[in-house]
C-alpha cells in the first residue's frame, strides 16, 4: 500500500526524464518538418517553369534579403540568450532579450513586407504564375509563423513581468525558443533554395 | 486478490463512483471515455457511408440503370470513400489507440489529455461539417483523391470540393495532435521496466502509425491550401494556363496517401498481433522481426506512392523506381504474415470471434496484398488501373484488413472496456456473414475490372457483359450490410445484458489485464514494475503486477481536471474553417477572436486539481 | 434513358462477327467459376464475349502486358497457395482440445525468418526484372514510319487528328493494321485516359501545363502496332465529371487499303452524298483542312445533284444556317467548328454521343432535340435548353429531322 | 532507433545534465556570429562568377552547415536525450527525400528523357 500511496502524485513522471511538453514539441517540429518540406518541394518543382515574368532573377534583391536574414539569425540568438537569462532568473534581461526578438522579428517583417509591395509592383501577384503562387505561399507561411511566434514572447514577456516563470519554469521560454529557432532554421533554407540558388 | 478471473463487476466499483452525467462526457478528458466516443461516433459514420455503398451497389446492380443521376453518384462515391477514410477507418484505429495504448503501456493517461479531447471534438465537428454538405445538396463530388483539374473552379463551381478541402484539412488538425499525444506518450509514459522492446505490438503499430499521422497530413494539408488558394484566391498551383501541373497534385495527395493506407493497415496488424498469440497460448513468434517489419513497412510506405501514378507517364526511369520500392514492401509484410502463422503453429488455437477476426484478416489480406502486387507491376498496373479491380484490390486490404483487424479488437477489448463480454453467439454470426458478405461483394470486382469496367461510373454499358459480377457484389453488399446490423445489435444488447466478465477474461499477457475490467478512471493505483513482454504469463512476475493494480487504494490518484475549453476550443476552430466558405476576409479575421480566448483560456485553467 | 448500345462488329472481311454469347444466368455463373483459369488466359477464345476484356491482347503492347500478368498472376496463385495451406493446416491440426493444454512457448526461429524473407525477396525479383523490362519495352517509339495520331480529350468526348493526312475526327479511331502508331496525348480541360483494353494499357491524357517560350511542352504518348482488324471498345478511365461513364470510344483497325478509303472518303465527304455514278467534287475533295471554303453557301448548295433526297438538302441548309456550325466542322462545307467533335464522315461512325449508342436516326434526333438529357452536362446546347454558353438552337421537329437526315448521309 | 532509447532509459530516468548544457552567453554568441560569417560567405559565393559551377553543392552545404548549429546549439539537441535527435531527424529525413524526390522527378529525370 505504501507502494501504491507513493505513486500516487506522480504525474510529473516521465519514462525519459523529460517533459511530455518537450518531446510533444519536438515531435511537432518533425511533422512542421514535412509541412515546410511540401512548401519547399513545390517552389523547387516550379522553379525555372514560370510562363510569364517578373522572374526571380529580375526582382530579388540579394542584399536586401541578406540583411533581413542576419536580422532573423540575430532574433535567434537573442532568444538563445532570453532563455539563459530566465535560466539565471536575471528577470529584466530576459524581458530585453525577448523584446529584442521581438523587435528584429519585427523588422525581418517589414522589410519582408517592402519587398512583397515591391514584387507587386513589378507585376508578380500570387496568380501571376506559378513562381508568385509557390513563392507568395512559401514565404507567406513563413510569415504567419513569425507572427505567432512573436505572439508568444509578448505573452511570455507578460509572464515573467508577473513573475510566473521563475527558473524552474524556465521550460516554458525554451519551448518558444525551439519554436522560434526552428523558423530561424526556415529560413535558413528559404533563404538559400529561393535566393541564393536561382 | 489471489485469482484476478473471480472478481465481479460490483466488486470493482467500491470506492469510487465517476460521474455519468452528459456534461461529464462532454468535459471529460479520460482517454477511456473519449476512446469510446470515437468509437460510437466512427460507427456512426461507419453506417453513413455503408448506406452510401449500398446505394452505389442498387444503382451497379443492373447495366443502364438511371436509379441515381450521375451528379448524386458522384457525391455518393466521394463521400463513401472520403467518410470511410477519414471518418471510420482512422478514427476507429484512434479509438483504439486511446483505451488500449495507456492501459498496455502502464499509464494513466496519454501524455496531453486535454489535447487528446480537443482532437476527438474537432474530429467531431470536422465530420459533421463534410458531412453537412448533403443538407444545402453540395456534397463534394470529385472523387476521395480530388484530382486537379477536376477540383478547380472552372470544373467544379459551387462549394461542393470548397466542403471536402476544408472538411479535410480541419479533420488533420485532429489526426496531427492525435499523433502528437500518442508519440509522446509510448516515448515518455511507460511503466517502469517497459522497454521498447518489451512493449505490445498493438503499441508498436500505434507507435509507428503516430509517426505515419504527423509526418503523412501536413503534405495533404498543404495540397490542400494550395487548392483552396487555386479555387478561392486565384493562385495557378495547379492551373495549366498558368504553368501550374495538375500531376503536382497527385504527387503531393499520394505522398500523403499511401502513407495513410498504411496509416490503416498498421493498427489492424497490431491488433492481431496481439489477439494471435493469446489465443494461441504462445507468445509471438519472431517478436523483435515483427517490430522491425511494422517499422520498415511504414519507412518504406514513403518511397512508393507513384505507383497510384503509373498512367500518369512518369518515364520509364521513375516507373521503375517505385516498382522496386512498392514491391519491396511484400517481404516485411509477407514476414509479419508467416510470423502469425508460425505463433499458431504449435499452439493452442482457441477460435473466439477475436481470433476468427484475427485469422481471417491473415487469410482474406494476402488475396489483397497479392493483387496489390499486380498493381504495383507497372506495365500490369497500365491496364488495371481505375478498374474495379483496384476497387477489389482495396476492399480486401481495407476491410478484409484494417476493418476485420478492428472488429478483432472490438470483440477482443470489449470485455476489458464494459467488464461484459460481447456475446459470442452473435459474434460468430457478424463473422460468418461478414466473410460471406465481404467476398462475395468484393471477389467478382475482380473480374469486372478485368473485363474492363472502369470505376467510378455511374453506369455502365450492358454490351461489356460485367452484369453478373455486378449483381453478386450486390448481393453480397446486402449480406454484408446485414453483418453490420448483427454487429451493431450485439454492442447495444451486450452493453447492458452481456455476460458479465473478469479481469483477464482471455488469459491474455499484457497490463491492461492485470486491471479490473472495467478500469479505474485512473488505471493503475500504482504504477506496475515490468519484467518482460508477457508480464502476466510469468508467474511470480504476474503476482508482483496484480499485487499493485488490483489493489484499492485508500487515496485516489489525482487525474486531470474535466475541461469544457477542448470542445469550446474545437468547435470555434471548426467555425473559422468553415468560414474560409464564405471567402469574405473580415468575417474570417473576426472569427480568429473567440479562437485566441478558447487558447488563452486554456492555457490560463490548471490541468490538475489545486495543488498538484 | 435506355442506351441502345450497338455491339462492336466482328472484323472487317466479315469472317468473325460476335458469336451469340453466354447469355443465361446459369452459363454466366459456371463462366463465373471457371474464370480463374480465364485470368490465366486459358480460355482467350472467350475473347468476344467480354468486348472490352484486358486479358485479349490485339497488339505488341498488350501482348506484353499480358505475358507479364499471366506470370505475376502464377506467382501469386503459388502464394496464396502456401498462405492459404500453411493457415488450414494450423487452424485444423493446433485446435485447442483442452483448456489445460500447455503449448510449448517457442519465440522465434532465425533460419526460419531469414528463409520466408529470402523466399518472397526472390519471387519479388522473379517478378520486378521483367516488369522492368517491360516498362522500358513499352515506352519507346515503336519505330520511324509510325502513324502519329493527336488524341485530345473533352469532357466528354475524344478528338482525333492526324498531322500527316491533315484529317480531323472524334469517338472513332481508325488504324490501319500493322503499321506502328505514336498517339500523343493531350486534354483540353481535366484529365482523362485513353483505355481500349484490347490494344494495350491505358494513358492519362492530361492537360499539357503552359511553357514559357522555348520550353518543350511536356506530352504523354502511347505507342503500338495494332495486329489485326477489327472493332475494339474502349472507354476513358480516370473520372472526369459527371458523364465520365459515357466516355467511351472505339477504335477500327483496317487493312491499309480500308484506311486510306477512309482518309480518302473525308476529304470527300460532302461529295459522297452524290448519286451512285456521279463524279465527286474535285474541289471539295482536294480541299486541306483549315482552308477556307473557296464556294459561297449558295454555290455550294447548288453545286450538289438535284437528285439528292430533299431531307438532306434542307438538313444541309438548315445545318450551316444554324449555330450548329459554331461548334462543329463538316470537311467541305462552311462549317468550321472546333468546340465539338468533327462531324464530317459522320454517317460512317457506328456510334453516337462518344461511343454509347448506336448512331441510328431516331437516336440522332433524341441527341440534337436534348443532349444533356442523355448524356449529363455535355457542352451542347438542345433545341430547348441551352449549352456550352450557348443559347438553345430553337430547330423545329421536322428541321431535327432534317439535319439527322444530312448528317446520316455524311458517309 | 530502439536501442538507442533502451541507452537512455539504461542510463536513467534520473534528472540529466540540465546543467552540463547550459552553456555561457558568450558561447552563445560565437555560433550567433559563425552563423553570420557564413552567411556572408553564402552571399559572396553567390556573387562571385568564378563560383558559379559550384555554387549549388556549396550553398546547400554550407546552409545545411548552419541548420545543424541552429538545432545543436540553439536549440540544444546536443543536450537532449537522443532519442530526441530520432524524432526530430524522421521529419527531417522524411520532408528531405521529398523534396529531393520531386526535384529529381521534374527537373533530372526529364533531361534524360523521362
Ligand atoms: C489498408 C490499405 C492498403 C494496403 C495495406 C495496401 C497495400 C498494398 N497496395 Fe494498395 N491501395 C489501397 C489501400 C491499401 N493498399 C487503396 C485505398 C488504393 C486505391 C486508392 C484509390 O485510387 O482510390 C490502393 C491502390 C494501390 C495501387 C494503385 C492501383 C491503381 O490505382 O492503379 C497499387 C499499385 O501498386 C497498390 C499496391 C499495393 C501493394 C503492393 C501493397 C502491399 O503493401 C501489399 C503487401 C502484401 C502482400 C504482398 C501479401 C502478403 C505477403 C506475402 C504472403 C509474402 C510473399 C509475397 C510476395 C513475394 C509477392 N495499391
Ligand atoms: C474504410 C474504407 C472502406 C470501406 C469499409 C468500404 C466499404 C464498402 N465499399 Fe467502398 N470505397 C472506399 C473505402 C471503403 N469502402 C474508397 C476509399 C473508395 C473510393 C472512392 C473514390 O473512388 O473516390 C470506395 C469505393 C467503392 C466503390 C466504387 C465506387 C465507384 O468507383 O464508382 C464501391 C462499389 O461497389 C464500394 C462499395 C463498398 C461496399 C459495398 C462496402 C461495404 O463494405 C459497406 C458495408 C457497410 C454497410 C452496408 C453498413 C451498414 C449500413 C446499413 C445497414 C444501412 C442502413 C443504415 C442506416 C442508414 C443507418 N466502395
Ligand atoms: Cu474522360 Cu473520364
Ligand atoms: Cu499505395
Not at chain 1, 84 to 99: E, F, N, R, Y
Not at chain 1, 137 to 163: E, P, Q
Not at chain 3, 289 to 299: H, M
Not at chain 3, 375 to 381: D, F, G, L, Q
Request: glycine share 8%; aromatic share 14%.
Amino acid at each position: 500500500m505504501a507502494q501504491a500511496a507513493a505513486a500516487v502524485d506522480d504525474h510529473g513522471h516521465t519514462t525519459t526524464g523529460i517533459s511530455n511538453f518537450k518531446v510533444g514539441f519536438w515531435t511537432f517540429i518533425a511533422s512542421e518538418c514535412l509541412f515546410f518540406g511540401t512548401l519547399i518541394s513545390t517552389y523547387m518543382v516550379y522553379k525555372g517553369r514560370a510562363v510569364v515574368g517578373p522572374y526571380p532573377a529580375e526582382i530579388f534583391d540579394v542584399l536586401i534579403t541578406t540583411i533581413s536574414t542576419t536580422v532573423l539569425l540575430f532574433s535567434s540568438l537573442a532568444m538563445v540568450l532570453a532563455l539563459h537569462a530566465v535560466q539565471l532568473g536575471k528577470k529584466k534581461h530576459a524581458i530585453m532579450w525577448l523584446l529584442a526578438v521581438i523587435a528584429m522579428g519585427g523588422i525581418f517583417l517589414g522589410m519582408e513586407f517592402n519587398s512583397y509591395l515591391k514584387y507587386i509592383d513589378y507585376g508578380l501577384t500570387l496568380g501571376s504564375s506559378t513562381f508568385g503562387s509557390s513563392y507568395y505561399v512559401l514565404t507567406g507561411t513563413h510569415k504567419v509563423h513569425v507572427v505567432l511566434g512573436m505572439v508568444w514572447m509578448a505573452v511570455l514577456i507578460w509572464l515573467i513581468a508577473r513573475n510566473r516563470i521563475p527558473p524552474a519554469k524556465a521550460e516554458q521560454v525554451e519551448i518558444a525558443g525551439l519554436y522560434w529557432h526552428f523558423v530561424d532554421i526556415i529560413w535558413i533554407v528559404i533563404f538559400t533554395l529561393v535566393y541564393l540558388i536561382q | 486478490m489471489s485469482s484476478v478471473g473471480t472478481q465481479t463487476v460490483e466488486q470493482q466499483h467500491t470506492s469510487h463512483e465517476e460521474d455519468t452525467g452528459l456534461w461529464s462526457w462532454i468535459t471529460t478528458v479520460d482517454h477511456k471515455r473519449i476512446a469510446i466516443m470515437y468509437f460510437v461516433t466512427a460507427t456512426f459514420f461507419f453506417f453513413v457511408a455503408g448506406a452510401k455503398a449500398l446505394a452505389i451497389r442498387v444503382q451497379l446492380m443492373f447495366p443502364e440503370q438511371e436509379l441515381i443521376t450521375p451528379e448524386v453518384y458522384n457525391q455518393f462515391f466521394t463521400m463513401h470513400g472520403t467518410t470511410m477514410i477519414f471518418l471510420v477507418a482512422m478514427p476507429m484505429a484512434v479509438a483504439f489507440f486511446n483505451y488500449v495504448v495507456p492501459l498496455q503501456i502502464g499509464a494513466r493517461d496519454v501524455a496531453f489529455p486535454r489535447l487528446n479531447a480537443l482532437s476527438y471534438w474537432v474530429f467531431l465537428f470536422g465530420g459533421l461539417y463534410l458531412n453537412s454538405s448533403f443538407i444545402v445538396g453540395a456534397a463534394p463530388h470529385a472523387s476521395w483523391v480530388g484530382y486537379a483539374t477536376l477540383t478547380m473552379p472552372e470544373f467544379s463551381p459551387g462549394q461542393n470540393t470548397n466542403f471536402w478541402l476544408i472538411g479535410l484539412s480541419i479533420l488533420g488538425i485532429a489526426s496531427i495532435a492525435g499523433g502528437v499525444n500518442f508519440i509522446t506518450t509510448i516515448i515518455n509514459m511507460r511503466a517502469p521496466g517497459m522497454k521498447l522492446m518489451r512493449m505490445p505490438l498493438f503499441t508498436w503499430m500505434t507507435f509507428v502509425t503516430s509517426f505515419l499521422l504527423i509526418t503523412a497530413i501536413p503534405v495533404i494539408g498543404v495540397a490542400l491550401i494550395y487548392l483552396g488558394f487555386d479555387r478561392l484566391f486565384g493562385t495557378v498551383f495547379f492551373q495549366p494556363a498558368g504553368g501550374g501541373d495538375p500531376v503536382l497534385w497527385q504527387h503531393l495527395f499520394w505522398i500523403f496517401g499511401h502513407p495513410e493506407v498504411y496509416i490503416l493497415i498498421l493498427p489492424a496488424f497490431g491488433v492481431i498481433s496481439d489477439v494471435i498469440p493469446t489465443f494461441s497460448k504462445k507468445p509471438l513468434f519472431g517478436y523483435p522481426i515483427v517490430v522491425y517489419a511494422g517499422l520498415l513497412i511504414g519507412f518504406i510506405g514513403w518511397g512508393v506512392w507513384s505507383h497510384h501514378m503509373f498512367t500518369v507517364g512518369l518515364g520509364p526511369i521513375a516507373d521503375s523506381f517505385f516498382v522496386a520500392a512498392t514491391m519491396i514492401i511484400a517481404i516485411p509484410t509477407g514476414v509479419k504474415i508467416f510470423n502469425w502463422i508460425a505463433t499458431m503453429w504449435g499452439g493452442s488455437l482457441k477460435f473466439t470471434t477475436a481470433m476468427l477476426f484475427s485469422v481471417g484478416l491473415v487469410a482474406v489480406f494476402t488475396v489483397g496484398g497479392l493483387s496489390g502486387i499486380m498493381h504495383a507491376s507497372a506495365p500490369v498496373n497500365l491496364q488495371q488501373h481505375d478498374t474495379y479491380f483496384v476497387v477489389a484490390h482495396f476492399h480486401y486490404v481495407i476491410v478484409g484488413g484494417a476493418m476485420m483487424g478492428l472488429w478483432a479488437g472490438l470483440y477482443y477489448w470489449f470485455p476489458k472496456v464494459r467488464g461484459r463480454y460481447l456475446s459470442e453467439t452473435l459474434g460468430k454470426w457478424h463473422f460468418w456473414t461478414t466473410m460471406i458478405g465481404f467476398n462475395l461483394t468484393f471477389f467478382p470486382m475482380h473480374f469486372a475490372g478485368i473485363f474492363g469496367m472502369p470505376r467510378r461510373i455511374y453506369t455502365y454499358s450492358a454490351e461489356l457483359n460485367v452484369d453478373i459480377y455486378n449483381q453478386l457484389a450486390t448481393i453480397g453488399a446486402f449480406i454484408f450490410a446485414l453483418s453490420a446490423v448483427i454487429m451493431a445489435w450485439n454492442l447495444v444488447k451486450s452493453w447492458r445484458g452481456g455476460e458479465k466478465a473478469p479481469a483477464n477474461p482471455w488469459g491474455a499477457p499484457h497490463l491492461e489485464w492485470s486491471i479490473p475490467s472495467p478500469p479505474h478512471h485512473y488505471n493503475f493505483p500504482a504504477i506496475p514494475t515490468v519484467q518482460s513482454r508477457e508480464p502476466l504469463w510469468n508467474d511470480g512476475e504476474r503476482e508482483a503486477i496484480l499485487a499493485v493494480t488490483m489493489e484499492e487504494p485508500e487515496t485516489e490518484p489525482v487525474m486531470p481536471n474535466p475541461s469544457y475549453w477542448p470542445i469550446l476550443l474545437a468547435a470555434s476552430i471548426t467555425l473559422i474553417w468553415a468560414l474560409v466558405m464564405t471567402g469574405i476576409w473580415w468575417v474570417i479575421a473576426l472569427a480568429i477572436l473567440p479562437v485566441i480566448y478558447c487558447v488563452f483560456k486554456w492555457g490560463m485553467e490548471p490541468a490538475f486539481p489545486e495543488g498538484h | 434513358m435506355r442506351l441502345t448500345m450497338k455491339r462492336p462488329q466482328g472484323n472487317r472481311d466479315g469472317s468473325a462477327g460476335v458469336g451469340p454469347g453466354v447469355r443465361t444466368l446459369g452459363a454466366r455463373l459456371v463462366a463465373f467459376l471457371v474464370a480463374p483459369l480465364l485470368m490465366g488466359g486459358l480460355m482467350a477464345g472467350c475473347a468476344d464475349e467480354y468486348p472490352q476484356s484486358s486479358i485479349s491482347p490485339h497488339t505488341d503492347f498488350a501482348e506484353i502486358i499480358h505475358s507479364l500478368y499471366v506470370s505475376i498472376f502464377w506467382w501469386s496463385m503459388l502464394i496464396l497457395a502456401v498462405v492459404w495451406l500453411l493457415l488450414a493446416w494450423v487452424i485444423v491440426k493446433y485446435r485447442r482440445k483442452s483448456e489445460d493444454e500447455k503449448p510449448r512457448q517457442i519465440r522465434g526461429h532465425l533460419g526460419l525468418e531469414i528463409g520466408w524473407t529470402i523466399g518472397p525477396a526472390l519471387i519479388v525479383i522473379a517478378i520486378a526484372i521483367p516488369t522492368v523490362q517491360a516498362v522500358f519495352a513499352t515506352q519507346q517509339p515503336v519505330s520511324e514510319d509510325a502513324l502519329e495520331v493527336e488524341v485530345v480529350g473533352h469532357q466528354f468526348w475524344w478528338e482525333f487528328h492526324y498531322p500527316e493526312q491533315g484529317v480531323t475526327t472524334a469517338n472513332e479511331l481508325w488504324l490501319p493494321v500493322d503499321r506502328p502508331v505514336n498517339l500523343r496525348l493531350e486534354s483540353n480541360d481535366v484529365i482523362h485516359s485513353f483505355w481500349v483494353p484490347k490494344l494495350g494499357g491505358k494513358r492519362d491524357v492530361n492537360p499539357v501545363p503552359a511553357v514559357r517560350e522555348g520550353q518543350d511542352p511536356k506530352y504523354n504518348w502511347l505507342y503500338f502496332t495494332p495486329q489485326e482488324t477489327g472493332v475494339f471498345m474502349g472507354q476513358c478511365a480516370e473520372f472526369c465529371g459527371q458523364s465520365h461513364a459515357l466516355m467511351a470510344m472505339r477504335v477500327v483497325v483496317e487493312s491499309e487499303e480500308g484506311f486510306q478509303d477512309w482518309v480518302d472518303r473525308w476529304f470527300a465527304s460532302e461529295g459522297a452524298a452524290l448519286p451512285a455514278g456521279a463524279e465527286p467534287d474535285a474541289e471539295t475533295e482536294l480541299q486541306m483542312p483549315g482552308e477556307e471554303p473557296d464556294v459561297q453557301e449558295d454555290e455550294e448548295l447548288q453545286a450538289v445533284d438535284q437528285d439528292e433526297d430533299p431531307m438532306v438538302t434542307l438538313g444541309r441548309e438548315t445545318f450551316l444556317n444554324s449555330t450548329c456550325v459554331a461548334c462543329h466542322g463538316v470537311e467541305g462545307t462552311s462549317a468550321q467548328g472546333v468546340i465539338g467533335p468533327n462531324l464530317t464522315l459522320f454517317g460512317a461512325r457506328s456510334t453516337l454521343g462518344a461511343g454509347i449508342m448506336e448512331n441510328n436516326r431516331e437516336n440522332l434526333v433524341r441527341w440534337i432535340i436534348d443532349p444533356q438529357g442523355i448524356k449529363a452536362a455535355v457542352a451542347m446546347p438542345g433545341t430547348e435548353y441551352p449549352g456550352g454558353n450557348w443559347p438553345a438552337t430553337g430547330l423545329s421537329d421536322g428541321e431535327v429531322e432534317a439535319v439527322a437526315a444530312y448528317l446520316l448521309s455524311l458517309k | 532507433m530502439s536501442t538507442d532509447v533502451k541507452q537512455n532509459e539504461a542510463a536513467g530516468a534520473a534528472d540529466h545534465g540540465h546543467d552540463e548544457g547550459h552553456a555561457s552567453a558568450a558561447f552563445y554568441v560565437w555560433i550567433g556570429v559563425i552563423l553570420a560569417v557564413v552567411t556572408g560567405v553564402e552571399v559572396a559565393i553567390f556573387y562571385i562568377e568564378a563560383m558559379d559551377p559550384y555554387e549549388a553543392p556549396l550553398l546547400v552545404v554550407l546552409s545545411a552547415a548552419k541548420v545543424v548549429l541552429v538545432i545543436m546549439f540553439f536549440m540544444h539537441l546536443k543536450m537532449e536525450p537522443r532519442f530526441l535527435t530520432w524524432v526530430f531527424m524522421a521529419g527531417v529525413v522524411l520532408a528531405t527525400f521529398m523534396v529531393s524526390a520531386l526535384v529529381v522527378l521534374y527537373h533530372v529525370l526529364p533531361v534524360f528523357g523521362g
